[in-house]
């Protein structure tokens, strides 16, 4: 029900250039400096991660991440609509409370805020206090403080029409969940002096001796001081208000008969609130009210969620506290006028927009005056400016200054005004009840649960799974930049993104981890699988990058890609098989040195061995790799086994004297014109290292090169993993791949190949341009057919098709999933 979007259309390479390569260097240079402009310069301030481990869906129960996930995709789309906040849903693949908490702090650096949803108690009080501690954004459960703030607002307005106070009522709680406890809480907090707790049991005290938590004995000594015991209809008799939270203990008109006189009832369970207004009024009831859509007074948390992440994101608020729940509370009551205050209307309607700009205006003004708001800003420009994204549809966006000295500036300033590149849009808008209701509400969001319950494969129809790829860095090698951290890191991520929606309709996300440790990473992504259906790992530090990858591999049963490795590896085989084309070598006689034995080195040997070049030297800063060398990582000693069959040694000089081809990925100005003159007749050469490459092209020409490529794009023959990443994923994800193996690779690079025509090859061009848009379609068909052919496919789907859909989003922006033609047994 969601996409991810560019909010900057890539229409040629000059916008490339600002988004990705080059000119993406300089928000993530400024990051660096000063990492809280990470809100400033990328998505992350306006952005809040939705987060379920699917063990307490509404009356489904533990239902797991899959099924949980159309729930929280749904709710994506409240938080933009009505709060203009870019919410994304990231349905957890563990319960374990410390896994779910080491999951959050993990992608902390990408988010500002957390919003957790449907984790079961106690252990959803534990993760919100535990990971509102770890990291420094709000977090805030939608359960417990939603539901809570929205309860204490339409208390508000009831008590006015009953004529009673807070001082004095008497309330009791049914349900010791997240709710029913942040419920109790929040009351205490805003000095109601008179709270009981029931569960299916009775009333809560710390006495009891069966069905008792550290919660619930917490929440016990706060609301039930004396330990009165006994059972629920014992609570409730005599009680000002009944707020029903769990269908446990039935409400029913003789439960609400025994109540005070004017008694107020919240039947919020869900989808069965347990009595008719009609009967709750007959028994005495003079406020009623309940969390369906179809009965006045819905008390629902998705009034309070939009504008208090709106306020929060917009102070850079650091945390939650209870005077901003209070305040958004008080908000609430507010924007229902003396005039229309009735027993039928003691809360506005959820389709109300105004509701979440005064909220938020609530919550910043409560955020500024108790020192939680990084930044100073008015409270009523907050408002004013969420008015604006909700009725204009986007965040207001400062126009251009066009006085720009270089790419550099001009990327800055773009990233800035647009506060990061990608924002999260509805595939259906809410224009109406019908739509909501049906749609975003429940009982209407259930039926696709049902259905990813009995089938949990169905999980990449219902929801955008099988078109989501998640774009994963720890910012340890990040371009020419080396280790600057994952939240200056998140600009790259988020133009590799925009480069796999605009080239094959792939919805990417970037996600960047706060750790840089092998087991942190690996652990990371696997909670976070469930929510996509492909991985791509970027600009993680070799030698890590090689371990990471295999063993999530091995785990997952989705394709991982690490891109540095295999998109440059598939480049270059493409660029190579062209280049041999032209100086009408054959891969068996040629010799290869390739300089950097890093990721994309080891990578690149690699997948040339298996096109079948037999004749490969490699090195590393020690020199040429030969078993024995010290310094040598294991992946490195691995290849050194099967490279350097002449056993070479020395350094570039001695292993390019006589080779054919050279593949740098190394540093600028190594390859000398010297160097070049003592290679084979019509020398290849790949010099690849950014921004400045091993050898310039004009000098590897002088000294009688046939044929250079680098990976700039001001020069011919551009090695850019673009041509590669998004057709290698689009097949992947169109047949339902469990990985990508070397076959689905070797399809990639031939099919790119095969692009430049005879007529079109020259030696200015053996690769095809960045900005061809007929690329990924012609790619992934073959990646298709590989994976297929190899038995790595869920899906069988006519390649044709692949690709014919792939160049309808691209030119008409249809984005509509490949029929199948079967589906392929598997184990």
């Not at 910012?475 to 951290?485: H, K, R, W």
């Not at 792939?506 to 699988?529: F, H, K, N």
Request: proline letters at 7%; charged letters at 20%.
């Amino acid at each position: 029900m969601i996409t991810v979007a560019s909010k900057v259309p890539l229409k040629d390479r000059s916008v490339l250039s600002l988004v990705y390569t080059p000119g993406v260097a300089a928000p993530c240079l400024e990051i660096a400096k000063a990492p809280l402009t990470s809100f400033d310069y990328t998505l992350r301030g306006n952005t809040i991660a939705l987060v379920s481990d699917g063990s307490s869906a509404y009356s489904f129960g533990n239902i797991g991440p899959l099924a949980t996930l159309p729930m929280l995709e749904d709710a994506c789309i409240l938080f933009k609509t009505f709060g203009g906040v870019d919410a994304f849903p990231i349905s957890l693949g563990t319960q374990d409370v410390e896994e779910i908490i080491a999951a959050g702090i993990a992608i902390w650096p990408t988010f500002g805020g957390f919003c957790l949803s449907s984790i079961d108690s106690p252990r959803a009080l534990t993760v919100t206090d535990h990971l509102a501690r770890a990291v420094n954004i709000p977090v805030l459960h939608a359960h417990q403080q939603g539901t809570a703030v929205a309860v204490l607002g339409a208390l508000y307005n009831a008590l006015k029409l009953v004529d009673k106070t807070k001082e004095h009522v008497r309330i009791v709680i049914n349900g010791a969940g997240p709710g029913g406890i942040g419920t109790a809480q929040l009351l205490l907090q805003d000095g109601f002096q008179h709270v009981l707790i029931c569960d299916r049991l009775g009333i809560l005290h710390r006495y009891r001796t069966h069905n008792m938590n550290w919660a619930k004995l917490d929440i016990a000594r706060q609301t039930n001081p004396n330990d009165i015991s006994g059972t629920f209809s014992d609570a409730v008799r005599g009680a000002d208000v009944l707020i029903a939270l769990s269908s446990w203990n039935t409400i029913t008109p003789e439960v609400i008969s025994s109540m005070a006189e004017r008694s107020i009832v919240f039947a919020l369970a869900l989808p069965d609130p347990g009595v008719t207004p009609e009967d709750a009024q007959s028994a005495g009831a003079a406020v009623f009210a309940t969390g369906h859509p179809d009965i006045p007074n819905m008390i629902t948390n998705a009034l309070v969620l939009p504008g208090i992440f709106r306020g929060v994101l917009d102070m850079r608020a650091t945390r939650f506290n209870r005077e901003m729940l209070i305040a958004a509370a008080h908000a609430i009551a507010d924007l229902v006028p003396p005039e229309q205050l009735s027993p039928q209307q003691i809360v506005p309607s959820v389709m109300e927009y105004g509701v979440a700009p005064r909220v938020a205006r609530a919550a910043a003004e409560a955020a500024r005056q108790t020192g939680v708001a990084r930044i100073e800003k008015d409270p009523d420009e907050v408002e004013m400016q969420a008015r604006r994204t909700i009725y204009e549809g986007h965040r207001p966006v400062p126009p251009p200054s066009h006085h720009y000295a270089n790419t550099q500036e001009q990327a800055l300033e773009l990233h800035k005004r647009y506060q990061g590149v990608l924002e999260i849009q509805p595939k259906v808008p809410i224009r109406d009840y019908i739509v909501l209701n049906s749609l975003y509400l429940y009982p209407g969001l259930s039926q696709t649960a049902y259905k990813i319950l009995e089938e949990p494969d169905s999980a990449f129809d219902y929801t955008g799974k099988g078109n989501r790829v998640a774009v994963i860095s720890d910012g340890s090698a990040v371009l020419g930049l080396g280790n600057i951290g994952p939240r200056a890191a998140l600009p790259v991520m988020e133009g590799k993104a925009i480069l796999f929606q605009t080239f094959a309709g792939i919805e990417a996300y970037p996600i960047c981890l706060s750790t840089q440790d092998t087991d942190g990473i690996v652990a990371a992504v696997e909670y976070l699988a469930p929510s996509f259906g492909g991985i791509n790992l970027e600009d993680i530090a070799a030698p890590k990058c090689f371990e990471v990858e295999d063993r999530l591999r091995n785990s997952l049963d989705i394709p991982v890609v690490h891109d540095d490795q295999h998109g440059t590896a598939i480049v270059v085989l493409a660029g190579i098989i062209n280049a041999l084309r032209l100086v009408n070598k054959r891969k068996e006689d040629v010799t290869a040195v390739i300089l950097g034995a890093g990721a994309a080195g080891i990578a690149v040997a690699n997948l040339l061995m298996y096109w079948g070049m037999k004749k490969l030297i490699l090195l590393n800063r020690s020199g040429i790799l030969r078993p024995g060398l010290a310094g040598m990582n294991p992946v490195q000693e691995e290849i050194a086994n099967r490279t350097n069959l002449e056993q070479k040694s020395g350094g570039l000089a001695e292993a390019i004297e006589g080779a054919d081809i050279f593949i740098g990925l190394s540093a600028p100005g190594v390859l000398t014109p010297e160097m070049v003159k003592t290679m084979a007749p019509q020398p290849i050469i790949f010099a690849l290292a950014n921004p400045v490459p091993e050898i310039m092209p004009d000098e590897a020409l002088a000294a009688g090169a046939r044929v250079v490529a680098t990976g700039r794009s001001d020069f011919p023959n551009q090695v850019n993993n673009s041509l590669a990443f998004p057709g290698l994923f689009r097949g992947a994800l169109d047949v339902r791949a469990h990985t990508v193996n070397d076959e689905m690779k070797l399809a990639a690079a031939e099919r790119l190949a095969s692009m430049v025509t005879d007529r079109e090859l020259q030696e200015g061009q053996i690769i095809p341009q960045a900005m061809d848009y007929d690329i990924a379609p012609a790619i992934a068909a073959a990646v298709a057919q590989a994976a297929m052919e190899t038995g790595v496919a869920r899906l069988r789907v006519d390649p044709q098709l692949v690709a014919q859909h792939c160049r309808d989003f691209i030119y008409e922006g249809l984005m509509t999933p490949v029929p199948p033609a079967d589906e392929i047994q598997h184990t």
